[in-house]
């Protein structure tokens, strides 16, 4: 199975489906991430708030992967934003990863009620770590339209990618569109919310008449938008479900049919960016 490549708005570009590590605990996750390798996936995604960042790189190091062939992210943790801490924090996110360079670093979350609301000063710091290569794309991660908007006006820096929470029951248009608008893709997070969609009767009409299962069908709808994925499972079984995307699709109907299930902010599983102030 061949994963696509999308072209990224600074020239490189990313497999669109990849393998999520949130939640996956650390003294398990260089067992799991090499499972994931094993099955085909090549684009990993980390974060040094997840606390695996040293798995991953075990996983990766064993893999005998050229590194040319992998794609890795991490994220800024929420307690890093100050610039002199976003340059620290990288290092010691590259050392544990045993990398010399990610091929993407996102701000994990805006905090637009912390650090006397200065997230574009973050944001600086995270596109200097690009002009040495040690960071090959940098991006954002929960960011809405308004916080969007200001970091580009400000610096004129387009992020590579905007990473929020999409799935089914939580379409955030309005955020994919202003993400267009940019022209930056979107990541999907959550893409099967967390395993919550998986009984909704619509898409086990169309799984049980394609053949295929909720969970694909559900990754695959992800995959027609433009929409970047990865999900997360520890079962190998589900890691190949999950991979299985390129060789099916979904009519313009059944693409309708699950956008519709969409229920707004009530559909959220996660918390609300603009108010979300965790350190
Ligand atoms: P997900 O939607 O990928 O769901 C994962 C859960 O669904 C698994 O724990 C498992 O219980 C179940 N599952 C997976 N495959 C299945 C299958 N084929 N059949 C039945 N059940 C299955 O949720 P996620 O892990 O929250 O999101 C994916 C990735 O997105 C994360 O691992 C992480 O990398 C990223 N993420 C980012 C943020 C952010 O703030 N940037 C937040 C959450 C997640």
Redesign the pocket.
């Known amino acids: 199975m061949t994963v696509p490549s999308l072209s990224l708005n600074d020239g490189h570009s990313i497999p669109q489906l ?7 605990p650390p003294d398990q996750t260089a067992a799991t991430v090499t499972a994931a390798l094993e099955v085909g996936y090549r684009h990993i ?3 040094q ?2 606390g695996n960042e040293k798995g991953v790189g075990e996983a990766l190091a064993t893999s005998g992967i050229p590194r040319d062939e992998l794609f890795v ?1 991490t ?1 800024l943790n929420n307690m890093n934003h100050a610039p002199d801490d976003v340059r620290r924090s990288f290092d010691e996110s590259l050392r544990a990863l045993g990398l010399d360079h990610v091929d993407l670093f ?1 701000i ?2 805006p905090l637009p009620t912390q650090y006397d609301g200065d997230y574009v000063s973050t944001w600086k710091a995270m596109t200097e770590l690009t002009a040495d290569g040690r960071a090959k794309s940098v991006g954002v ?2 960011f809405e339209p308004d916080h969007l908007a200001r970091v580009i006006d400000e610096t004129g820096v387009l992020p590579a990618v905007n ?3 999409v ?1 089914p029951r939580f379409g955030n248009e309005a955020v994919r569109a202003a993400n267009a608008e940019h022209g930056l893709l979107t ?12 009984d909704d009767p619509t898409i086990g009409e169309i799984a049980e008449r394609l053949g295929r ?4 069908v559900t990754l695959r709808w992800h995959v027609e938008r433009g929409d970047i ?7 190998r ?3 190949q ?2 991979f299985a995307l390129f060789d099916f699709d979904l009519s313009p109907d059944d693409v309708s049919a699950i956008s519709g299930l969409d229920r707004g902010s009530a559909g959220r ?2 918390p609300d960016p603009a108010t979300f102030d965790r350190i």
Do not use: C
């Not at 990849?18 to 996956?24: R, T």
């Open positions: 990849g393998f999520g590590v949130f939640q996956v995604d980390t974060a708030m997840y992210t994220k996102l994990h979350w991660s929960n990473q929020v929470e799935h990541e999907a997070w959550s893409p099967i919310g967390q395993g919550s969609i998986l299962t909720p969970a694909q994925v990865f999900p997360k499972s520890m079962h079984e589900r890691m479900e999950n599983i996660g």
